[in-house]
């Protein structure tokens, strides 16, 4: 077993580290926003869609700053490194505008910079690699927004999700990652989920397949990929056949109109395109069914670099890049 295949295993039990983490004192909020990039910013994601079901506002920020419009909201930065130069900023730009901020972390300057200006922070447990860290960093995020008041508990919620993601585990999405994986081998994948829970997991597939994968993959959320993405499979039809894999993801909770469109439209592409396969969630609460589907997407990712014959840990062009960065102008954030 590769240790990425190790790290994933690990999720029920950072779920579970969530449950049981004690809630930070925070000021009190309406709304948040929370600043993160990649496989820290998707807790962002996460919550959002929480709050969504529970008629509240998280808005996600993935980029240098703060939203010029945010004043009262409760800023959240978080970043497994604490390094992140685009999430440093947001924070630092709440700072400068006395605008309350909480740290999400393992390390780093962003929980340095929370001590220095008397902010909250959450220690995340650390990974040796981020994205293997999504329980911890969106269970972290959650319970920040839990004690400001913008979510309400979510212990029994995470406590469930563990369980689902234990259960899938323990052999149902081994076997259908396996079988995915064997279908989208040498492929671009395409993975496509209903707005909200199926639309962070589509996003979550996306970018494992990228990190873990060391291949391009896209994804888009329905109902809006059917007002033009539906067409773009029409002028080369071999193209799509021959070397992209179409995943659907369908939950439980989609809008009925949703999961009439995906069926519609899994008809109507299946002539240009090859739909390599149909995952559904597990669970009863939102947290449950998001990780359920975010689950197969992880370990698919593992078996398209194993079968690549690639380490799937390894991301030398992001530290590449990083190295890059930091010798230019502004590089020092």
């Known amino acids: 077993m590769s240790e990425m295949r190790d790290l994933i295993a690990t999720l029920p039990t950072q779920l579970r580290w969530a449950a049981d983490l004690d809630r930070p004192r925070v000021p009190p909020a309406k709304s ?16 959002a869609v929480v709050a969504e079901s529970e008629s509240t506002r998280v808005t996600v920020h993935k980029s240098y700053g703060l939203p010029s419009w945010v004043r009262d909201e409760l800023v959240v930065a978080v970043s497994h490194s604490g390094n992140t130069e685009e999430t440093l900023s947001g924070a630092r730009a709440a700072v400068a505008a006395g605008i309350p901020w909480v740290a999400v972390a393992t390390g780093g300057r962003l929980l340095e910079d929370a001590d220095a200006s008397g902010a909250a922070r959450v220690d995340i447990p650390f990974s040796p690699q981020p994205r293997a860290a999504f329980g911890y960093l969106a269970g972290g995020v959650l319970r ?29 999405a081994h076997e259908a990652a396996s079988e995915i994986a064997d279908r989208l081998a040498g492929r671009v994948a395409v993975v496509y ?37 539906i067409v773009g499979w029409s002028a080369h039809p071999e193209l799509g056949r021959e070397s992209i894999g179409v995943v659907f993801l369908h939950d439980a909770g ?18 240009t395109t090859t739909v390599a396969a149909d995952v559904s969630s597990l669970g009863v609460g939102v947290l449950a069914r998001l990780f359920s589907l975010t689950i197969v997407g992880d370990l698919v990712s593992v078996g398209l670099a194993e079968r690549a014959g690639i380490d799937p840990a390894p991301v030398a062009v992001i530290e590449d ?9 502004g590089g020092s954030t």
């Open 321 to 329: 890049l990083k190295k890059r960065l930091a010798t230019q102008p």
């Open 254 to 271: 989609d809008h009925p109109r949703i999961a009439l469109r995906a069926r519609l439209t899994r008809e109507l592409i299946t002539p």
């Open 32 to 47: 948040a926003v929370v600043a993160g990039m990649g496989g820290s910013g998707i807790a962002g994601d996460v919550a």
């Open 193 to 229: 989920g209903g707005s909200g829970v199926g639309a962070v997991a589509a996003n979550r597939w996306k970018t494992q397949i990228n990190e873990n994968g060391k291949t391009p993959a896209y994804w888009s959320a329905l109902p809006e990929l059917d007002h033009n993405e």
């Open 144 to 172: 920040v927004l839990e004690a400001s008041g913008v979510v309400g508990d979510q212990t029994g919620a995470l406590r469930e999700a563990a369980d689902v993601v234990e259960g899938a585990l323990a052999g149902p």
